[in-house]
């Protein structure tokens, strides 16, 4: 019988998708839904919208960014370190190589020769070290600028779902109804694909995903509302 395995692969670019456009659809959800509350020209609220989109599209962008850089700065940190530590104290390092091959239960003979095979090659050497004693892979050298980038772009695509209405109703409770309405679908079809990426039950996570948007923005006009 044909096997097929079904592992989730999450791409790093599909992670970062999902990070900025989580933001973009619920935080200028919740911004426009308040102000809906408390003003009655859908220009402010346009202006105020397009604005926490730049900057929050620019913060999140930031923030992927320096966590890429951190990312790269710590395994090359590391990476230096190991070198220094097959060099300067080569028997620990060999023995810390074969304490990992006793644990997959393999014998003594072959435990030592996987050693010095994997000792003769410094930089095959370290590699392995950095792979399998420290669980670190080698980060894509772009990596911080593409994180930047796909988060930033994501959170602006989701930004303007909640806030296009505005462009076109006048009125901002009408305009908020039509932007409920289509968040609130998007935000579920956007947690349905989530959930199903991150090995979550889709439906349920779907659900999760729109009511918690649901309660950010409900909350929003409500205190816009008593604050009026």
């Known amino acids: 019988m ?22 973009g659809l619920t935080v200028p959800f919740a911004l426009a839904a308040g102000l809906s509350g408390a003003v009655s020209s859908t220009g402010i609220i346009i202006i105020a919208g397009i604005a926490e989109i730049a900057a929050g599209s620019i913060a999140m962008g930031l923030g992927g960014y320096l966590a890429g850089k951190t990312e790269i700065d710590h395994y090359n940190s590391e990476l230096k370190r190991e070198y220094r530590e097959v060099e300067q104290v080569p028997e620990k390092e060999k023995e810390e190589v074969r304490e990992f091959f006793e644990h997959l239960g393999l014998s003594e003979d072959i435990q030592k020769r996987a050693v010095e095979e994997i000792a003769r090659d410094k930089q095959k050497w370290v590699d392995f070290m950095m792979k399998y004693e420290l669980g670190l892979d080698k980060p894509d050298p772009k990596r911080a600028t593409k994180s930047a980038m796909n988060i930033g772009l994501s959170y ?51 659900l999760r995903v729109m009511l918690i948007g649901a309660v950010a923005a409900g909350a929003a006009f409500g205190v816009a509302k008593i604050f009026q």
Do not use: N
């Open 156 to 206: 602006v695509v989701g930004g303007l779902v909640p806030l296009s209405p505005y462009f076109f109703i006048s009125t901002p409770v009408e305009a908020l109804k039509i932007s409920v309405l289509v968040t609130l679908i998007c935000l579920f079809i956007f947690g349905y694909f989530k959930s199903r990426m991150t090995g979550i039950h889709p439906w349920a996570g779907a």
């Open 2 to 23: 044909e096997h097929h395995e079904e592992h989730l692969e999450s791409a790093a670019w599909l992670t970062d998708i999902v990070i900025g456009m989580s933001d």
